[in-house]
């Protein structure tokens, strides 16, 4: 039997864009019972683009707002990050010199810029700091939001827009089809969540998680009797993709999160975590 799974799962790295570390993940593929999705650059391309900026304060411009922003951005590797730079380039901005640069894991970044301390984060981090969340701050259903702090005063918002991929629908069909289910767990806000899961028929959502949060959700579901596949890209999924029974990191993600995942989708495509499965159960039933 194992001569035919090492040839099916050599096959599987060729054709489907899947990286076997490690075969016992191959082997577990068939008993998933649940799919859980990260969103950023699984679900969606992870390719922000800003969309909007807005400033709360009339002594700051949008531009000076998205400057202060891109001074912290220039440290960080998140997709928000890349959004925010590619906008200030095509603005032609200066981007200013940050120091004592930190980032909020899940949360955001923070340093100083111009002698003021910036911090540029999610609506998550607002609310877990009892900082009140402006209502009327208008961004779309399928816009992501990051605040900008200014010397802890909220200073205005920078709205992103993202796309979902193509082959994400069919994805989610599919799994439904072989009775599995399929949960997004994101550290995005719960408007953005809530319209990437339905736009894709999604089973369920839960968004504005924090990263040990995210380890805690796939083993809630484990206790419920789930067998659990994670995707994830970022540092922060590494222990949930570690917790979860097959863990399966995003090609175009961090080292971390690779090295943690048992298997590696290369091409960052929900479509190829079901010819993972597929392929895991139509080895499992010719070898018995
Ligand atoms: P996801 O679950 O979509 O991968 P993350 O956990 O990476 O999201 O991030 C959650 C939230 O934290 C983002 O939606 C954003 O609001 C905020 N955040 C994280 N990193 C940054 C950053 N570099 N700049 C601004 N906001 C960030
Ligand atoms: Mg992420």
Redesign the pocket.
Known sequence: AVPLVVAKSTALSAKHGLLIKNRTAFENARKITTVVF????TLTLGKFEVSKVVSFNKEIKQDDLIRLASA??QN?E?P??TG?LQKVKDLKITIPQAQNFK?IT????GATVDGKRVL?????YLKENKLAVPGEYQANDTE?V?FVLIDQHLAGYIALSDEIRAESADAIKTLRQENIKSVL?????SKVAASVSKTLGMDSFIAE?L?HQKLDKIKDLQINGEFVAMTG??V??APALAQADIGIAVGSGSDIAAETAGIVLVNSNPKDIVSLILFGKATYRKMI
Request: overall charge negative; cysteine-free; glycine content about 18%.
């Open positions: 990260d969103k950023t650059g912290l951005e960080s998140h928000i990050a925010i980032a899940g949360q955001g970044v540029v984060v999610s609506p998550g992501t990051v767990l994101t550290g995005d806000n998680v990263p890209d970022g922060n999924d």
